[in-house]
């Protein structure tokens, strides 16, 4: 399948793994697009959440400071589409794999990175991506049968990626 997806229940988990697989596919002379997620902590609070666009930035703080008694989303809307429209000038130059930090509510509910992934798979470009419990149904509607789970699991992620031929082409 040409679209895979990790979920873990350890906080950070998926951003710290897909930032390493990122790493070791660049190395690798991979063509990567797409978003990886750093959280930089805010001590008691909710941690800054920032993504870098692939292949080589910018870096994008997707979180809004709302204080520290606000309950309610964090996510900078305007930044997240910024980081949308970064990643599609990258796909443009050529990717072997588009890497998402997450397909979120904002996915689910049609917007985000939603139309890229689409874009991706419709030019036969992998996806892989982290999905939360909240979320999978909602990506599981939209990816109708296409996707696979794949271990929240550096060697796992690798030998998906294997799996697709992209070895011969990526050294």
């Known amino acids: 399948m040409k679209i895979a997806y990790i979920s873990s229940a350890d906080r ?9 697989f990122a790493e070791r596919l660049q190395a690798r002379g991979a063509r990567l697009c797409g978003i990886v997620q750093t959280n930089t902590d805010c001590g008691p609070g909710p941690c800054d959440m920032d993504v870098r666009v692939l292949p080589d930035g910018p870096i994008i703080r997707i979180s809004q400071s709302l204080g520290p008694q606000a309950r309610g989303c964090r996510l900078d809307t305007s930044a997240l ?91």
Not at 12 to 20: K, M, V, Y
Not at 95 to 118: C, P, Q, S, V, Y
């Open 81 to 171: 589409e910024h980081s949308v429209a970064a990643t599609e000038n990258s796909f443009d130059a050529g990717a072997d794999l588009l890497i998402l930090n997450k397909f979120g509510k904002h996915e689910a509910d049609g917007r985000g990175f939603r139309t890229m992934i689409a874009r991706a798979i419709s030019e036969d470009v992998p996806v892989l991506l982290a999905v939360n419990g909240l979320n999978l149904p909602a990506f599981e509607a939209f990816a109708d049968g296409m996707a696979r789970r794949v271990d929240a699991d550096l060697e796992a992620l690798t030998a998906w990626f294997e799996s697709l031929g992209a070895t011969d082409e990526v050294a």
């Open 12 to 20: 950070g988990g998926t951003d710290r793994l897909l930032e390493q």
